[in-house]
């Protein structure tokens, strides 16, 4: 997987999570932009994808995230090849 094919299959979890089903992700996509998404979204969203994925996130790493393609890149590192 990629990860533009990360962010597509991310796009109903994060709709769920943040209850904004018409919400549409892309690689600049920030929590400042979407309404909703506060701490506890986040919180909500990292369990989520860490679940969806079989992956976890060490803190370190969540704190560089910026955007939706930052959390792609690294799902993606952190897929199994």
Do not use: C
């Not at 994808?49 to 996130?57: D, P």
């Not at 393609?69 to 952190?78: Q, R």
């Amino acid at each position: 997987m990629n990860s533009t094919e990360i962010i597509e299959d991310l796009q109903p979890v994060f709709a769920d999570i943040l209850d904004t089903p018409d919400l549409q992700l892309s690689r600049e996509t920030k929590a400042s932009d979407v309404e909703g998404w506060d701490s506890l979204a986040h919180i909500n969203l990292v369990t989520a994808v860490e679940k969806r994925y079989k992956i976890k996130f060490a803190l370190g790493e969540l704190q560089d995230l910026k955007s939706v393609g930052d959390m792609a890149d690294l799902i993606v590192k952190k897929l199994p090849r």
